[in-house]
Each structure stands twice: as C-alpha cells, then as structure tokens.
C-alpha cells in the first residue's frame, strides 16, 4: 500500500511540474526567419503568433507572391522551433520518469 502510495505522490507532483511547464512554454518566444533574414516570425512555444516583421525592400507589388511564400516559410521554421523547444522542455521534465522508450507525455 506504501507503494501506491508513493506513486500517487509521484503523479500528484508530475501534474502540477505539467502545468508548471504548459506556463513557462506561454511565456518562452522563438523566432523563424525565411529569405535569409528579410521575414522574420516571433510566437510563443506552443504555437501562438507574437509577430511579423518584413524588410521594407520586398513591399514589391509584383512579387506579392515570393512575400506570401517567405512569411509561410518563416511561421514553419518558428513552429518547428516551437515544437523543438516543447519537446526539450518535456524532457528535462521527464527524464527521471522509469517510461518506456518512445513513449511520450502529454499521451
């Protein structure tokens, strides 16, 4: 019964580390960046958009298009930094955790 007991005191303490962690990633901002620099996107690592900045030489009428392409390129590389940072965190979290490999949290 001790046992159980020291596992539900383990569970009780990796929830609130989970929460703790769903807090931080709120507050931690990557950036992705495409077209060497000229798009730049800010979001959160859980995915929200914090920002956009866009180098003035590419307001080019003609070329609206290569801008539209550059800004989806630059949200991918921030969210795959996002998910990156996200998974590093988890981690660093979970590491002390007797889980199977492979096996990863939130299930």
């Known amino acids: 019964m001790r046992d159980l007991m020291g596992i539900m005191k383990q ?3 990796m ?6 962690l769903q807090s931080e990633l709120d507050a931690v901002e990557v950036s ?3 077209g060497g ?3 730049q996107v800010t979001m959160t690592a859980k995915g929200l958009v914090k920002g956009v900045t866009i180098d003035p030489g590419l307001m080019i009428a003609d070329e ?13 590389d921030a ?11 988890m981690a660093e979290l979970t590491k ?3 889980l199977p490999p492979g096996m990863k949290l939130p299930f």
């Open 11 to 13: 569970a009780q303490a």
């Open 15 to 20: 929830q609130e580390k989970m929460a703790n």
């Open 32 to 34: 992705g960046a495409s």
């Open 37 to 39: 620099g000229a798009v």
């Open 64 to 76: 609206r298009e290569i801008l539209e392409d550059l800004v989806v390129a630059a949200v991918n």
């Open 79 to 89: 969210r795959s930094k996002a998910e990156q940072t996200a998974q590093a965190r």
């Open 96 to 98: 002390d955790l007797p």
